[in-house]
C-alpha cells in the first residue's frame, strides 16, 4: 500500500467514532447547563495568534507547532490548543463589547508536533470551556466543577483536582530571580531540557520528571513566598467557592503549566490509569491574554482536557453493540424479492426512522443469516418466493427466536412499533 497514515494521527473508527460522538454529546449537555455556548473556530489561524498567546519560549511555540507559510506567504499555523483562537474570536466578534461574561465552549481537533507515544498524539481532540469578561474567583470554581460534573456523567472516577495559586506576572518576576538563584549553581545536574529551561522559562523546572531535577526541586523556593495580598485573596476564596461546590482538590505547590498564559489559580487534572501522561485536563486563569491581544483588561479562566486519554478512561457504552448498527436485517431470494425488500428497507428507514440493513448484492440464504447475525440486528425478515406469493413476510426475533407474519401493507409500520418497544 503506498500510503499510511502520518505517524501521531489516528483514524478514529466504529465503536471509537461513537465513543467521541458520547462524549461530546454529554459535553454539549453539561455545558450548556453550566451556561457555556458552543464556538467553532477555525484550525488553522495566524502563527502570530498562538506565539502571543502561549508565550515564544514555550514548548509548544518553539519546538511543536505546525507553523508554515500559507499560499499567500502569510505565516499560519495549524491549532496547539483552543484558547488563544477563542480569545482572538471574543475580540473580533465584539464579545468583550456586547457581553459582560462570554462563556465559550469547543470541542475539536488540535495539533502538536510532539514525539508520539502511548497517549501523546500529534493529531489529539481536546473539549474545553473558557469564561472570559470576569476575574471572580467563583468563575474559577464553576470552570472545575463543570469539568468534574462533565466527568461523573461519563462514569469517569479515581482522578486528582490539582490547584496552585501562580498569582500575577509582577509577582513571579521576583520568583523567577530567586528560582534562577537557587538553579544556577546546580546546573550542571540539571537534565538538558531544564538547563535549557534555565535561561528561558525557569518555572518549568518544577514540572521536569526526571529523577535528578525532581530532587533538585525540594529545596527550591516557593512562589507562595512572592505573592501578594490580593492573589491570595483570590486564591482563598477559589478554594472556598469549590468547596460549596462539593469540588474536591489538592493544593500542589510545585504545579506550574506548559503555557505561559497562566495567572493565578492553575489547575490539573491527573488520572493513574494513564500511565507515563498521566494529565486528563488542566486549565486556569489567564487574566492578561485579552488585554495583550489588544482588548480591555478582561479576567478570563478555562480548562480543556484531552479527549483521547479521556476515552482511555471511560466505562464502555452500555449500549454500545448494536447501537450505530441494524435494528432489521431482511434477507431476500431472488430478485423479485430483492426489489420488494429494497422497498421495505426504505420505507422503514425513510418513513418509520429504524435502522435497516440488507444485502445490496445477491447472496446465498446462509451468507446473508450470517450477515443478519453479525449486524447485532435485533428482528430478520425473511422474503423469498413463498413469501411473494402469499404476499407476506416473516419477521423472526433474533434474541428469542419468535417468528411472526405480516401482510407486505402493515409490515413497515408493525416493525416500527417492535423495535422501538
Ligand atoms: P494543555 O495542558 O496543553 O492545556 O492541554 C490540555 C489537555 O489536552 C491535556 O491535559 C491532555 O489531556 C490533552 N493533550 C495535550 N497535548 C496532547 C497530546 N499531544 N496528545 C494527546 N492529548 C494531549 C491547554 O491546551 C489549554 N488551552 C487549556 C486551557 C483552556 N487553559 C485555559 N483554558
Known sequence: ?????????????????????????????????????????????????????????????????????????????????????????????????????????????????????????????????????????????????????????????????????????????????????????????????????????????????EAPCRALREKAPLLDAHLGQESRAHFEMAKKALDAAGVSYAVDAHLVRGLDYYTRTVFEVTHPGLGAQDALAAGGRYDRLVESFGGPAAGAVGFAIGVERLLSLCPPAQDSKGKGGACVFIVTLGAEAQARGFSLLSELRHRHGVAAEMDLSPKSLKSQMRSADKSGARFSIILGEDELKKGILVVKDMTTGKQEEFSFEGAAAALASRTRA
Open 1 to 209: 500500500m503506498p500510503f499510511q497514515r502520518l505517524r501521531g494521527f489516528q483514524d478514529v473508527i466504529g465503536d471509537e467514532a461513537r465513543a467521541f460522538a458520547h462524549a461530546e454529546s454529554v459535553a454539549r449537555r453539561v455545558f450548556w447547563r453550566f451556561g457555556f455556548e458552543e464556538m467553532r473556530t477555525p484550525l488553522l489561524e495566524e502563527e502570530g495568534v498562538f506565539k502571543r498567546a502561549l508565550g515564544e519560549d514555550t514548548d509548544v511555540v518553539q519546538k511543536e507547532m505546525y507553523a508554515f507559510k500559507d499560499r499567500g506567504g502569510t505565516p499560519v499555523a495549524l491549532r496547539p490548543e483552543g484558547t488563544a483562537g477563542v480569545v482572538r474570536a471574543y475580540l473580533e466578534n465584539n464579545f468583550h463589547k456586547t457581553k459582560e461574561v462570554a462563556k465559550i465552549f469547543y470541542l475539536g481537533a488540535m495539533f502538536r508536533g510532539e514525539r508520539p507515544q502511548a497517549g501523546r498524539l500529534r493529531q489529539f481532540h481536546q473539549i474545553g470551556a473558557e469564561t472570559l469578561g470576569t476575574a471572580s474567583p467563583y468563575a474559577d470554581a464553576e470552570t472545575v466543577h463543570a469539568l468534574a460534573v462533565f466527568l461523573e456523567e461519563l462514569g469517569v472516577s479515581g482522578y486528582t483536582v490539582k490547584l496552585n495559586n501562580l498569582g500575577d506576572p509582577e509577582e513571579r518576576k521576583d520568583y523567577r530571580i530567586a528560582l534562577t538563584a537557587y538553579y544556577n549553581p546546580l546546573k550542571a545536574r540539571l537534565c538538558e531540557d531544564c538547563r535549557r529551561r534555565l535561561e528561558t522559562n525557569v518555572l518549568r523546572l518544577l514540572d521536569c520528571k
